[in-house]
C-alpha cells in the first residue's frame, strides 16, 4: 500500500506556507489505531508487575470507602447526610473524584514514558495523554457501575433512572479532566514542578470538595465558595440523580458543559503549541 | 548555498517554458529549502518558565542555539543521499527533520511518500514490550492495523532472526539485536524514503551485511535512501551524491566520492595540525614538558636499510632535564619499536634556560618499504608521564617481497 501523500504528519510547511491535501482517512485510521495501541499499553503495563493486577484498581477505592466509613461513622459518628447512608453518599462521588485525580496525577507525567518514541517518531502527541486518562476513566467507571449494582443489590436506594443524568456527568468530567490533563502534561514536560506540586494539591482539594460531607454542612458564609468549585456540580448532579432520582435539567449544566468545554479546548491549544518543542526537552 | 540545484532534477537544464509545464510532473520525494533548527537554551529553571510563555505567546525561544542552518537539497524516487559529518555538525537534526519528528525552525520541507526511519537504537521501540507487541506498535505508527499488518509480520520476524527472543521483553535485548528488530521493521513496511542513523555500526558482520545487500536492492529496485554514516566505504558505496554537513552548515555537497574525499583529507588535515611540533612560544605557553621542534632527516622519503636520524628540542617548565621518548609505528597505529633517553641512561643535553635537545640516529633502517609515523614524546624527568607527542610521517622505499615490516636479520641454512 503505497500512498502519494503519506501518512506521516510529513506534509508540514511551516506557518504561512501553502498546505496540502491530507488523505485525513488515513490519517484518523492512524491516531485510532495509535490510541489503541497505547490505551491497552497503558491498561497492561499499569498493573503489569502487580499479583493483584485489574482487581487493585477497582479494590483500590473499596477500600478507601471502608476506611472513611470507618473514620466518619464510627469515630467521628457523622450523621446528616441528607438521610441517605454515608456508604451511598459517599460512594456516589468517591469515584469519580478518584477518576480525576488520577487521570491528572498519571496524565501529568504520561509524555515521560514515551519520551523514546517523542524523540525518534512522528506521531501526534496528544494521543499519549488521551490513552492515558482514556484508560483511568474507564477502570474507575467499571468500578462506579459496580458498586452501583452492589448498593442497589444491598438495598440501599439507588435510582436506575439517575444514570440518565449520571453518564452524561462522566462525560463532562471526562471532557474536562482531558483538557486540564493536556494542559499539566504539555506543562510538565518543560517545568518538572507540576508533578510535586500536584499531589498535594489535589489532596487538599478534595477535602474542600463535599466528597465526605454535604454541602448544607458547609457554615453559612462559606458555602458560596464550596459550591463554586465545578467539581462540586459533579458531586451533586451524581447525588440528586442516583440518590434522589432527580433527573431534571439544571441552569448549572450548562455552566458545566461550557467550563468543560473550555477547559478542554484550552488545554488541548496549550498543548499543540507547546508539542514541537517537546523533543528537546522532554 | 542552495544546493537543490546542483542535483540532476526534473527541471534542470530545460528552459523556462518547459519548466512550467513540467510543473504537472510529480514532485520531488523529498525538498528541503533554507531548512534551519534553532534549539532553544535554557540554563536557569525561570529560564523554562519563560520559555513557556514565550513559546505560548508565539514568540520563538528568546536563546537559542543554532543547530541546522540553511539546508537546500531535494532528492527524487531512486537517488541516494548520503550524510556525512562530525559528531555534534547536525546530521541527526537533520534527519528528525526529513523524519518529520521535529519541525523546522526556517525553511520549507515537502515529504511526497512514506518515511521509513531508523534513528538511533531502537526507534520508538517500548522497553517493557516484546519484539512482537513492538512490531504491533511500528505497524501502528505507520497506520496499519493488526490485522493489515498480517504477513509482513512474519517477514519482519524473519529478517531479524532473533529466534524465540522476538517473545521477550526489548530491554533484554542487546543493543545489536535491537537494531536488527528495528531495521526489519523499518524496511518491511516498504517506505518510499529510507532513513537511517549510525545504526548499521552495532549489528554483528552477518547483519551488516544483509542490511547492506538489503539496501543494494532497494536501490536497485527504485527506493531512496538518506544515511547517515562516519563510514566512508558505506556513504561510497551506497549512495550516489553525499552531503557534508559541518556546524549545522552544509560544507559541501555532490558526488559522494568527491564529497567523502574533502571530509577526508579535512581529517587528515586536522589530524596533522594537532601533531606538529608547537614552536618555542606554544610549547612555554602551554607549561608543561613539550618537544618545540622536530627535525628529521632524510625529511619524507628514506630508502630501506639507510640512515635515519632525528633531531629535536625539548620546553621543560621546571628546567629540569626531561625525558624524551622516539619511536615509529605503522600508518594504522601499529608500533614498530620506541626507545627513551632514560632506559639507556641517557639525558638530552641543556642548550638553554628550559630548554634541551635530543638527537638519535638509527642506521640501517631495517624497516620495510611502506608509510609510517616517527613519533617524539616529551616525559617527565622520572620518564613516568607523558605530556606531549609530536609526529612526524616518513616513507620507507625500496623493491622487496618480504612480509611484515621489519627485515630481520637472518640466514637460510642450506640442506646437507
Redesign the interface.
Known amino acids: 500500500?503505497?500512498?502519494?501523500?503519506?501518512?506521516?504528519?510529513?506534509?508540514?510547511?511551516?506557518a504561512g506556507?501553502a498546505t496540502s491535501v491530507r488523505p485525513w482517512r488515513?490519517?484518523h485510521?492512524?491516531n485510532r489505531?495509535?490510541f489503541?495501541?497505547f490505551f491497552r499499553?497503558e491498561l497492561t503495563?499499569r498493573y503489569?508487575g502487580s499479583v493483584t493486577g485489574f482487581a487493585w484498581a477497582l479494590l483500590n477505592p473499596l477500600a478507601l470507602l471502608a476506611v472513611y466509613h470507618f473514620v466518619f461513622t464510627h469515630i467521628f459518628r457523622a450523621t446528616g447526610f441528607a438521610g441517605q447512608s454515608f456508604l451511598a453518599f459517599v460512594a456516589m462521588a468517591l469515584w469519580p473524584w478518584l477518576a480525576a485525580q488520577e487521570a491528572l496525577q498519571r496524565g501529568a507525567v504520561s509524555l515521560a514514558s514515551y519520551a523514546?518514541?517523542?524523540?525518534?517518531?512522528?506521531?501526534p502527541h496528544e494521543i499519549v495523554v488521551l490513552a492515558s486518562v482514556a484508560a483511568t476513566f474507564a477502570l474507575q467507571f467499571i468500578g462506579y457501575a459496580a458498586i452501583l449494582a452492589v448498593l442497589r443489590i444491598a438495598g440501599e436506594p439507588v435510582h436506575v433512572i439517575g444514570l440518565v443524568v449520571a453518564i452524561p456527568v462522566w462525560i463532562v468530567l471526562l471532557v474536562g479532566i482531558t483538557g486540564l490533563t493536556l494542559l499539566l502534561a504539555a506543562?510538565q514536560v518543560?517545568?518538572r514542578d507540576i508533578e510535586h506540586v500536584l499531589m498535594p494539591l489535589l489532596m487538599m482539594l478534595m477535602y474542600l470538595t463535599p466528597i465526605l460531607y454535604p454541602l448544607t454542612l458547609v457554615p453559612e458564609g462559606m458555602r458560596a465558595w464550596v459550591a463554586a468549585n465545578p467539581f462540586n456540580w459533579v458531586v451533586g448532579r451524581l447525588r440528586d440523580g442516583l440518590l434522589d432520582g432527580r433527573v431534571a435539567l439544571e441552569r448549572g449544566d450548562a455552566v458545566a458543559v461550557v467550563v468543560a468545554l473550555m477547559l478542554f479546548l484550552g488545554g488541548r491549544w496549550?498543548f499543540r503549541?507547546?508539542s514541537?518543542?517537546f523533543?528537546?526537552f522532554v | 548555498m542552495r544546493l537543490g540545484h546542483d542535483l540532476p532534477s526534473i527541471r534542470d537544464g530545460r528552459s523556462a517554458v518547459i519548466d512550467a509545464r513540467m510543473s504537472a510532473f510529480p514532485p520531488m520525494l523529498l525538498e528541503l529549502a533554507n531548512v534551519g533548527k534553532d534549539y532553544a537554551k535554557v540554563e536557569t529553571r525561570g529560564g523554562r518558565l519563560r520559555l513557556v510563555f514565550d513559546l505560548l505567546r508565539g514568540h520563538g525561544a528568546r536563546h537559542v542555539f543554532r543547530a541546522l542552518d540553511d539546508i537546500s537539497f531535494s532528492m527524487q524516487r531512486g537517488q541516494s543521499l548520503g550524510i556525512i559529518g562530525e559528531n555534534g555538525a547536525g546530521k541527526s537534526t537533520l534527519l528528525k527533520i526529513v523524519a518529520g519528528v521535529i519541525q523546522p525552525t526556517r525553511g520549507t520541507l515537502a515529504v511526497n511518500g512514506r518515511v521509513g526511519a531508523l534513528l538511533e537504537l531502537g526507534s520508538g521501540f517500548h522497553p517493557e514490550y516484546t519484539g512482537l507487541a513492538n512490531i504491533d506498535l511500528a505497524a501502528a505508527l505507520l497506520g496499519l492495523a493488526p490485522s493489515e499488518l498480517g504477513a509482513k509480520r512474519d517477514e519482519i520476524i524473519a529478517f531479524a532472526d532473533l529466534g524465540e527472543h522476538i517473545h521477550d521483553p526489548i530491554k533484554q535485548y542487546s543493543s545489536g539485536m535491537v537494531v536488527r528488530l528495528g531495521f526489519a521493521v523499518a524496511t518491511a513496511l516498504s517506505p518510499d524514503i529510507l532513513i537511517t542513523d549510525e545504526v548499521l555500526a552495532v549489528g554483528d558482520e552477518s547483519f551488516q551485511k544483509r542490511c547492506i545487500a538489503w539496501m543494494e536492492r532497494y536501490l536497485a529496485q527504485g527506493g531512496t535512501l538518506l544515511l547517515c554514516s562516519h563510514s566512508m566505504y558505506h556513504v561510497q558505496k551506497l549512495c550516489a551524491h553525499a552531503l557534508w554537513v559541518k556546524d549545522g552548515r552544509a560544507e559541501r555537497y555532490g558526488a559522494a566520492a568527491d564529497v567523502t574525499q574533502a571530509y577526508l583529507a579535512y581529517h587528515e588535515e586536522k589530524e596533522a595540525r594537532a601533531r606538529q611540533p608547537l614552536g618555542v612560544d606554544r610549547a612555554a605557553a602551554s607549561g608543561v614538558y613539550a618537544i618545540d621542534s622536530l627535525v628529521v632527516e632524510p625529511a619524507d622519503a628514506i630508502t630501506q636499510g639507510s640512515t635515519l636520524t632525528v633531531r629535536g628540542e625539548v620546553f621543560s617548565p621546571d628546567d629540569r632535564t626531561p625525558v624524551v621518548l622516539v619511536g615509529i609505528v605503522r600508518a594504522d597505529g601499529t608500533p614498530v619499536y620506541g626507545v627513551a633517553t632514560d632506559m639507556e641512561n641517557e639525558t638530552p643535553q641543556r642548550i638553554g634556560r628550559q630548554r634541551f635537545a635530543f638527537a638519535i640516529t638509527f642506521s640501517d633502517v631495517a624497516l620495510l618499504p611502506g608509510r609510517y609515523q616517527l613519533r617524539a614524546h616529551a616525559l617527565d624527568p622520572e620518564g613516568v608521564r607523558l605530556f606531549d607527542h609530536v609526529e612526524h610521517a616518513i616513507t620507507v622505499t625500496g623493491a622487496t617481497r618480504e612480509l611484515g615490516f621489519v627485515r630481520l636479520p637472518h640466514r637460510w641454512q642450506s640442506s646437507t
Request: glycine share 4%; hydrophobic share 45%.
Open positions: 500500500m503505497r500512498d502519494s501523500a503519506h501518512l506521516h504528519d510529513n506534509e508540514r510547511k511551516p506556507g488515513q490519517f485510521a492512524r489505531a495509535l489503541v495501541n499499553r503495563t503489569l523514546g518514541m517523542i524523540r525518534k517518531v512522528a506521531f506543562l518543560f517545568v496549550v503549541r507547546l514541537p518543542h523533543e528537546d
